[in-house]
């Protein structure tokens, strides 16, 4: 069963309400969205363009 779908079979246990996430990197150009190891990639990436270009960088993680 697909991990996108409504009906998977994991269940209400693994799906997060709305504003219960977290801002990993506050930012305000652009936002990334993400969650578990990607979030510190994330953070990573926002570092580069924010030294290379200036760009203000949000990161929110949907695990709180």
């Known amino acids: 069963c697909s991990p ?3 009906s998977s079979a994991r269940g ?10 977290r801002i ?3 930012g305000g150009e652009l936002t990334i969205v993400t969650w578990g ?8 990436a926002a570092a580069i363009l924010a030294a290379e270009d200036g760009s203000s960088v949000q990161v929110l993680s949907l695990i709180h």
């Open 37 to 44: 190891a990607l979030v510190e990639k994330s953070r990573q």
């Open 12 to 21: 209400d246990a693994s799906r997060i309400p709305f504003g219960r996430g």
């Open 4 to 6: 996108w779908l409504a």
């Open 24 to 26: 990993a990197l506050d």
